[in-house]
């Protein structure tokens, strides 16, 4: 029997009056405005992007307003929001090695050309509270050097001229789009790089640590991080060439590996890769460590049965709005499958008294 | 350059150019030629693509937010307008501006908008790459001992 449950409108309409009543919080204090979560909530704003899956740092500073913080919650918003935009286009792979870099940094080379560049990091802080933050002031000024004009080259491309670093292969092949069609196994490297690009932060994080303290152990050294814009260029069909659509803001990062050969390829290094909107450099380190890991059986490497190399079991549990979606959909009311589950129960249990009741009266 | 560089320089210039600097510019010009709408602004998206490692084969990073529109002006002049963000006035006034700079008034446009608008640009881009150099470290060896 299936029982139609209706009821529960007016509950629910005044719980998200209040929900926006607490998302204000206490009116004495100021309001948030989208423009200053956007600039001062920046690193939040460009997670958002990335997990969302589309750079626009007013629409994510809005989505974790009305998520109150909840960054998983401004996830989801910022994806339902996707879905409803027309796609113009694809643009023309983003050219990193020209990024008007704002951090670039070597954890292989002191003295590569371009040099070390700390920007804006939290790196070297005591990561003591610092209570100047309570009382309102201006930031110092802050010092200048002299712009370099020319692009910084990429650290790889020097081990590169050295054949010492597998080289990346150029394809003009059209990428596989995890948002156009369902995610089939086994993926290959693009595929699973869209789908890291996109992932939780956290969990991508966990996979790629789980790397570093020996579950699919595999030494990784940044030969490169870097930090900065990006012009974005996509061709125009209507004019019959391409233009620069805009510019985004992208942190990438190259780790290089020890590699041993195989009967093919002579030992040298390998690489793994992390590309992701806005500055999360945490994100693209991990990315670049869990790419590298799933490509064990490319670079044929033994399965050690982890769960980084585990592209199942990496790619379907990446996404955390999938992961939330299925989670979160349990506390719904599942009053009809419960009910079931309580008539079985009882059902077990008359069964199994009466199965022990005959044994106790022969006893008796 | 040839006509269609020129062209491609002003419209990627005005799809990255923010958009209230934009229409302060525009509006200090104080044109409003008459048009027609081709294509009204539309928001919609493009799919960015980074490479594997850099330098590889292709992979889908993610959406960017993206207006366009495209007019006519009465003089006939079709001005397309493909700007990064979701602002419509930004996507009209870049297809005016496309437009303007296909006829007689282009050398004024040039002088009151992107001109001024290049300039701002290149000195906020400048003003990263000073504050990033002065991050970059100099590194210097210690001597031990005597000799």
Redesign the interface.
Known sequence: MYVAVKGGERAIDNAHAWLAEERRGDLNVAELSVAQIREQLSLAVNRV??EG????P??AALAIKQARGDMIEAIFLIRAY?TT??????????E??DM????RISATF??APG???????FDYTHRLLDFALVAEGEASA????????EPTP?I??FLNKEGLIQT????????????REPLELPAN???R??AL??GDEGFVLSMAYSTQRGYARNHAFVGELRIGKV??E?E?P??G????????E?T?C?TVNQFQGSKTEPPQFT?G?G?V?GQSERKAISMALVDRALRWEELGEDNLGAPAQDEEFVLYHSDNIQATGFLEHIKLPHYVDFQSELELIRKLRREAMENTMPVQEAAE | MTAESNRRAWMSLLAKAPADRLNALWHAYGAAPKFHWLRAPEIGASMVRGRLGGTGAPFNLGEMTLTRCALQLESGEVGHGYVQGRDKQKAEIAALVDALMQGPEAAAVKAAVLEPLSAEMAEVKTARAEKAAATKVDFFTMVRGED
């Open positions: 992007m990335a899956s589309l750079y626009d007013d629409l996707r935009l027309p796609r113009f286009g694809a643009s023309a792979p983003v990193t090695a008007a870099c704002d951090r002191k003295d040099g070390q560049v700390l920007g804006p990091t802050v010092e200048r050097g002299e712009a370099r004009a990429h790889t491309e990346e292969v150029d394809s003009e092949d059209v990428p596989g789009d995890l948002t490297r693009p595929l790089l869209q690009t996109r012009p974005v996509m125009i209507e004019l060439f391409a233009i620069e659509v805009g510019e985004i992208l990438e190259e690489r890769y590309l909107f």
